[in-house]
């Protein structure tokens, strides 16, 4: 063994089995690993891409959700025309009571369409005085629900006891 062929020959055979052994399975490993690494960046960025678009779309759906909120404070309480009516009466009858409106009558009218939407409506007669009606008209302005007078008819009694009797349709929105 001491000829410098066999020496280089067994030097040669050591590196070529460590070579396909070791070194080539390490280069392969490293290879795949890289690939690995440049497919999990992209799906990085794409994932980061989605989270932006996600927190922009929470935020989109925050802010409806806050305009939402807000309408349903606004619109009178319930399901359906008759429910609605009903709470639409209260809300009035609450009112001329305090102002010390006279409320001859009133009764729930069929629901009609506003833009796709259904509308409760209520048909009151009033006895008052021009003051009062004011008051009553300022009241429709001033409101934060969503109701509004829909049909106005003013007759003037005269007499020893004038008066204002007013018939007045109002409408609230169902959501």
Not at 146 to 174: C, F, K, M, Q, T
């Amino acid at each position: 063994m001491k000829s410098p062929l066999v020496r280089y020959g067994i030097l040669i055979i050591i590196w070529i089995a460590w070579y396909s052994l070791f070194y080539s399975n390490l280069n392969t490993r490293i290879q795949e690993n890289e690939t690995q690494i440049s497919t999990l960046k992209i799906q990085l960025s794409s994932l980061e891409k989605e989270k932006k678009r996600l927190e922009e779309a929470a935020k989109t759906l925050g802010s409806i959700e806050n305009r939402l909120s807000n309408l349903k404070k606004r619109v009178i309480d319930g399901a359906d025309p008759q429910v609605v009516a009903s709470n639409l009466q209260n809300l009035i009858l609450t009112y001329a009571s305090q102002k010390g409106i006279e409320v001859l009558t009133y009764r729930t009218s069929s629901s009609t369409k506003w833009k796709g939407y259904s509308v409760a409506r209520t048909t009151f007669t009033f006895k008052c005085n021009k003051n009062n009606f004011v008051e009553l008209l300022r009241f429709f302005g001033e409101q934060k629900k969503l109701i509004r007078p829909s049909r106005l008819n003013i007759v003037w009694i005269r007499g020893r006891n004038a008066h204002i009797r007013v018939i007045l349709d109002v409408e609230a929105l169902i959501i």
